[in-house]
């Protein structure tokens, strides 16, 4: 296989090439071209495809367990036949209910919003954007996405152990976790659970440095990291993000396998279990908080920013605009990289901690929202006076900014340490964390699929399926979780079982019942989705090289699949990724491999100020076509 660092040099191009088709020196099997293939693109399809089948996994059981809430005194005999022993007599187990919440938390956050997300579009994109062959090192690529799917399987496999899966709340602290006796899911479903997550980091951290990697080495002539699109620059700080902040979660998951299987007493001290008195001493459940929470919070920003930065290129290509403040966003990125390992505290203001350090903690939490409005300003200003083009993508994308906004404003409250004794694990905290995190992560990532799907596959979504799935989630996820801050403010805590021994929570149950329907909407909007993909791969309608008119690198690779992405010469960049109607272009765009001397018309002082032959270009033709007028 040839190394990928020969593409920033033309003379080896050609060279590099012969070995970058690979048809042409060796047949692809199936194993080699669809399984254990080490072609970015393919790769990013076996993401995709998981994260789509582990989406629909954590949607029913967020399902099964809003009927408990809605209806915690009715008997479903159909629950007996699907669960089984976890719900006898039509009964979910009050102890699988947590089970529920627990696997579905992590893989929504983990194996859909980070591998899902991340995994598809920074293996698509990062070399396509960049005029790269490939990923750094393929072969990690691969291994990547493979530790991946076997985190999802050992994490699944926890519904087939006699005791069930994992039951501590995805954040799975101590001692529900440490203490294999405690439930029954702290038993093997919890080991099953912390095996499955040392993979998925492992996995991550392999994708991180091959993303980094290749952004830094690999970019084609011309493609300095000012002419990157805003999808690479977002990319880049999650992988950084990733790379830095996972390793800690291993950490405290090594702890924890210590206090539950050698004896140890990391997080557990003065524990009664059954009546008799545990030998652990001089442990604390909050060092654990401390260790999961200083990843947890990078996590909330290794899930968000890639979404930003597809809704940003998204944006500006159907706003026919350039994106408003590029500068701006790509420092906003950076900023919001740094402090968010400064604010993981904000998770633990009821834990005890000294008010100093928990003002410390808000002060830098309420600095953090300044980066995400500059962001939320910015696309607000791309779309101001665009002429927008209202593709399914600009429509989740344009979704995407309102969640953002309407569960950013919510996290306001949550920082700010008074108000968040009282609102902390209340539902105020479920509607916060799936407005802001949840649907607009979600929405980010469809955005890039309906986008980005040509590229892919080589064919166009349905727009009218594309519309419906747009309407039914957006409305359904805002009548989901909309109520929930006024169940929060009321006091209901979350991941209870049922709010009937509660007089004071009884009134909530009529919008329980509510939020349960809308939820079975949404799960049913999502349907429409899966037919849309999957029959489009097949039988949609075949695109062109360049269906949106964009600027980007991508575009101008074949539509049919070759490993190695440019058939000829890899393209060199001349101009950044937004030149979108600009005055005196007979189009309204101009691809980034397109010279500046063939745009001496619309060219702008600023568009070359660091080629001076281009600039002695751009004077000779103004002086030679504008006589009249003083050329500065």
Same mark, same amino acid.
């Given at each position: 296989?040839?190394?990928?660092?020969?593409?920033?040099?033309?003379?080896?191009?050609?060279?590099?090439?012969?070995?970058? =088709?690979?048809? =042409? =020196?060796?047949?692809?099997?199936?194993?080699?071209?669809?399984?254990?293939? #080490?072609?970015?693109?393919?790769?990013?399809? #076996?993401?995709?495809?998981?994260?789509?089948?582990?989406?629909?996994?954590?949607?029913?059981?967020?399902?099964?367990?809003?009927?408990?809430?809605?209806?915690?005194?009715?008997?479903?005999?159909?629950? #007996?036949?699907?669960?089984?022993?976890?719900?006898?007599?039509?009964?979910?187990?009050?102890?699988?209910?947590?089970?529920?919440?627990?696997?579905?938390?992590?893989?929504?956050?983990?194996?859909?919003?980070?591998?899902?997300?991340?995994?598809?579009?920074?293996?698509?994109?990062?070399?396509?954007?960049?005029?790269?062959?490939?990923?750094?090192?393929?072969?990690?690529?691969?291994?990547?996405?493979?530790?991946?799917?076997?985190?999802?399987?050992?994490?699944?496999?926890?519904?087939?152990?006699?005791?069930?899966?994992?039951?501590?709340?995805?954040?799975?602290?101590?001692?529900?976790?440490?203490?294999?006796?405690?439930?029954?899911?702290?038993?093997?479903? /919890?080991?099953?659970?912390?095996?499955?997550?040392?993979?998925?980091?492992?996995?991550?951290?392999?994708?991180?440095?091959?993303?980094?990697?290749?952004?830094?080495?690999?970019?084609?002539?011309?493609?300095?990291?000012?002419?990157?699109?805003?999808?690479?620059?977002?990319?880049?700080?999650?992988?950084?993000?990733?790379?830095?902040?996972?390793?800690?979660?291993?950490?405290?998951?090594? &702890?924890?396998?210590?206090?539950?299987?050698?004896?140890?007493?990391?997080?557990?001290?003065?524990?009664?279990?059954?009546?008799?008195?545990?030998?652990?001493?001089?442990?604390?459940?909050? &060092?654990?908080?401390?260790?999961?929470?200083?990843?947890? =919070?990078?996590?909330?920003?290794?899930?968000?920013?890639?979404?930003?930065?597809?809704?940003?290129?998204? /944006?500006?290509?159907?706003?026919?605009?350039?994106?408003?403040?590029?500068?701006?966003?790509?420092?906003?990125?950076?900023?919001?990289?740094?402090?968010?390992?400064?604010?993981?505290?904000?998770?633990? @203001?009821?834990?005890?901690?000294?008010?100093?350090?928990?003002?410390?903690?808000?002060?830098?939490?309420?600095?953090?929202?300044?980066?995400? *409005?500059?962001?939320?300003?910015?696309?607000?200003?791309?779309?101001?006076?665009?002429?927008?083009?209202?593709?399914?993508?600009?429509?989740?994308?344009?979704?995407?900014?309102?969640?953002?906004?309407?569960?950013?404003?919510?996290?306001?409250?949550?920082?700010?340490? *008074?108000?968040?004794?009282?609102?902390?694990?209340?539902?105020?905290?479920? *509607?916060?964390?799936?407005?802001?995190?949840?649907?607009?992560?979600?929405?980010?990532?469809?955005?890039?699929?309906?986008?980005?799907?040509?590229?892919?596959?080589?064919?166009?979504?349905?727009?009218?399926?594309?519309?419906?799935?747009?309407?039914?989630?957006?409305?359904?996820?805002?009548?989901?979780?909309?109520?929930?801050?006024?169940?929060?403010?009321?006091?209901?805590?979350?991941?209870?079982?049922?709010?009937?021994? @509660?007089?004071?929570?009884?009134?909530?149950?009529?919008?329980?019942?509510?939020?349960?329907?809308?939820?079975?909407?949404?799960?049913?909007?999502?349907?429409?989705?899966?037919?849309?993909?999957?029959?489009?791969?097949?039988?949609?309608?075949?695109?062109?090289?360049?269906?949106?008119?964009?600027?980007?690198?991508?575009?101008?690779?074949?539509?049919?699949?070759?490993?190695?992405?440019?058939?000829?010469?890899?393209?060199?960049?001349?101009?950044?990724?937004?030149?979108?109607?600009?005055?005196?272009?007979?189009?309204?765009?101009?691809?980034?491999?397109?010279?500046?001397?063939?745009?001496?018309?619309?060219?702008?002082?600023?568009?070359?100020?660091?080629?001076?032959?281009?600039?002695?270009?751009?004077?000779?033709?103004?002086?030679?076509?504008?006589?009249?007028?003083?050329?500065?």
């Amino acid at each position: 296989m040839a190394t990928a660092l020969t593409v920033n040099n033309p003379e080896l191009v050609h060279v590099h090439n012969d070995h970058g =088709h690979g048809d =042409h =020196h060796h047949k692809e099997t199936f194993l080699t071209k669809y399984i254990f293939s #080490q072609d970015h693109k393919m790769i990013a399809k #076996q993401f995709l495809i998981t994260g789509i089948i582990m989406a629909v996994i954590a949607m029913i059981l967020s399902v099964l367990f809003r009927i408990q809430l809605a209806y915690p005194n009715t008997a479903f005999p159909f629950l #007996q036949t699907l669960l089984g022993r976890f719900a006898p007599e039509g009964r979910l187990d009050p102890n699988f209910y947590l089970s529920l919440v627990t696997i579905h938390g992590t893989i929504m956050v983990f194996f859909v919003l980070t591998a899902g997300l991340s995994g598809t579009f920074s293996n698509l994109l990062i070399p396509l954007q960049l005029g790269a062959r490939d990923m750094a090192s393929p072969f990690l690529n691969m291994l990547s996405y493979w530790f991946f799917f076997t985190a999802c399987i050992i994490m699944l496999s926890s519904f087939f152990v006699q005791k069930g899966p994992a039951s501590g709340g995805w954040t799975i602290y101590p001692p529900l976790s440490a203490l294999p006796k405690a439930m029954p899911g702290s038993e093997m479903g /919890m080991t099953l659970w912390l095996t499955s997550m040392v993979l998925f980091v492992a996995s991550q951290l392999m994708g991180g440095i091959n993303y980094i990697s290749t952004i830094l080495n690999m970019r084609t002539k011309g493609m300095d990291l000012w002419k990157m699109p805003l999808t690479i620059w977002a990319f880049f700080v999650t992988a950084i993000l990733g790379v830095l902040s996972f390793p800690v979660l291993v950490a405290g998951v090594v &702890l924890l396998v210590f206090d539950r299987s050698m004896g140890t007493s990391f997080y557990l001290s003065d524990i009664v279990l059954n009546g008799s008195v545990l030998p652990n001493e001089g442990g604390s459940p909050i &060092l654990f908080e401390h260790l999961f929470w200083f990843l947890g =919070h990078p996590e909330v920003y290794i899930v968000i920013m890639p979404a930003m930065g597809l809704v940003s290129e998204v /944006m500006a290509v159907n706003a026919r605009k350039p994106i408003f403040g590029y500068h701006a966003m790509v420092y906003s990125l950076i900023g919001i990289t740094i402090l968010s390992f400064i604010v993981w505290g904000h998770h633990m @203001f009821v834990t005890g901690m000294n008010p100093f350090l928990g003002g410390v903690f808000m002060i830098t939490t309420l600095i953090i929202a300044v980066p995400s *409005a500059v962001k939320t300003f910015n696309w607000l200003a791309t779309l101001w006076r665009g002429n927008i083009r209202f593709t399914p993508a600009m429509m989740f994308s344009i979704g995407f900014v309102s969640f953002f906004i309407s569960g950013g404003l919510t996290g306001i409250f949550l920082g700010n340490a *008074a108000l968040d004794i009282n609102l902390h694990d209340t539902y105020f905290v479920v *509607a916060h964390f799936h407005l802001v995190m949840g649907s607009a992560a979600i929405f980010g990532m469809l955005a890039g699929v309906y986008h980005w799907f040509p590229k892919m596959f080589g064919r166009l979504m349905d727009e009218k399926l594309g519309y419906l799935h747009f309407w039914l989630t957006f409305i359904g996820a805002y009548l989901v979780f909309f109520p929930m801050h006024f169940m929060g403010l009321d006091g209901v805590p979350r991941r209870y079982y049922a709010f009937t021994e @509660f007089e004071s929570m009884k009134q909530w149950l009529s919008v329980n019942t509510f939020i349960t329907w809308a939820a079975i909407m949404s799960a049913l909007a999502q349907v429409a989705f899966l037919y849309n993909f999957v029959s489009s791969i097949f039988f949609g309608r075949k695109a062109s090289q360049n269906p949106w008119n964009a600027n980007t690198l991508e575009w101008t690779t074949p539509v049919e699949r070759i490993h190695g992405n440019w058939p000829g010469e890899i393209p060199t960049v001349y101009r950044w990724s937004y030149d979108y109607s600009k005055p005196g272009h007979d189009q309204d765009f101009i691809p980034q491999t397109v010279p500046f001397s063939q745009t001496l018309n619309s060219n702008l002082p600023h568009d070359f100020e660091d080629d001076p032959e281009v600039e002695k270009m751009q004077t000779e033709w103004l002086k030679k076509n504008s006589p009249s007028q003083e050329v500065k």
